[in-house]
């Protein structure tokens, strides 16, 4: 009887969810990408992915002084989103690096889950970008080596697809589809992303606007003004959707409930800024990929779309002054 009758103060919002049931969606909406990523890369991606969770929740237990490492289970969301943004065969240090950081700077200085201002896991690869950008840039992608866990994945590298139109035109659209081409961890694979996104639309943990509105956004822009290099126009919309990490940040970072907008048309304007953002630095920038700080300056103006898209209320008068 205690448990059917509730006394509280408004508002009265019940629902069966957690915050850790959440978050498990989540571990396994990635769980194709990162079987992916270790059936392409071996045993190196799988230390590179376990680090980073181990140390995102290792700095998150020992800043909040919690026995329970896994605690609600954002910190190893973090950690794998992170692992997900580096190459596969990238010094230990790194990740763990970036994973503490994420975790400190990026969400507890703001006070933790639900106060931070911008996605934790892009703060940690931003910082890494910056300072070790020789780590993340260049000729330095493995080429995968499937059916090979115990492979030396370091002795054959190369550029991304994203380099330039020579290592474009190298790689096929298929190729970009299932995953056999050298790049972060969660960007190889466009099928393994794909069914971790519809995952999370189906248990209702992210909505279709900011996908939506990246996703077209990055196509109708690769579409209109990439030069069609890639056959044609449409085709070369298609490989800017399908390279890189448009559709890792359009349905695992930007989604974020925590750093993005909650009204409906905050969050389609959220989605359509990130995918202008990432293409204007692809074709006018200097780094050949721009979701990272697309993201992150559209967490910025969270708060502004959220203010200026909220819903009238029902019989609201306009003031006059």
């Not at 299932?178 to 960007?187: A, F």
């Amino acid at each position: 009887m205690n448990n059917k009758l509730i006394i509280s103060s408004s508002p009265h919002l019940r629902t069966i969810q957690s915050v850790q049931s959440v978050m498990i969606d989540v571990l396994i909406a990635l769980g194709p990408v990162a079987a992916v990523a270790i059936f392409l890369f071996g045993y190196r991606a799988l230390i590179t992915m376990s680090v980073a969770v181990f140390a995102a929740m290792l700095a998150e237990a020992l800043w909040l002084r919690r026995l329970n490492l896994f605690g609600d289970g954002s910190a190893a969301v973090t950690g794998l989103l992170l692992a997900m943004t580096l190459p596969p065969d990238i010094s230990w240090w790194i990740p763990a690096v970036g994973a503490v950081v994420a975790i400190i700077i990026g969400k507890q200085v703001f006070g933790g889950i639900g106060n931070n201002i911008f996605n934790p896991a892009l703060v940690g690869r931003a910082v890494l970008l910056t300072s070790w950008g020789s780590h993340l840039v260049g000729p330095i992608w493995p080429v995968p080596k499937p059916f090979h866990f115990m492979a030396d994945i370091s002795a054959v590298t190369a550029a991304t697809p994203l380099a330039g139109e020579a290592e474009a035109l190298d790689t096929a659209l298929s190729q970009l589809l299932i995953g056999d081409v050298g790049g972060c961890l969660g960007e190889t694979s466009a099928l393994a992303l794909l069914l971790g996104g519809f995952w999370l639309l189906y248990k209702g943990h992210i909505d279709w606007r900011i996908p939506g509105g990246f996703i077209a956004t990055v196509w109708l822009m690769g579409t209109l003004f990439g030069g069609g290099f890639y056959s044609n126009s449409v085709t070369t919309g298609l490989f800017h959707l399908l390279a890189g990490g448009v559709l890792l940040g359009a349905l695992f970072m930007a989604t974020d409930m925590v750093t993005s907008p909650v009204t409906p048309w905050g969050k389609l304007i959220f989605g359509i800024g990130c995918g202008l953002i990432t293409m204007l630095i692809r074709l006018f920038g200097s780094y050949p990929e721009g979701v990272t700080f697309a993201i992150l300056t559209m967490n910025a103006l969270t708060p502004l779309l959220d203010k200026f898209t909220i819903p009238r209320k029902f019989g609201e008068v306009k003031q006059v002054a």
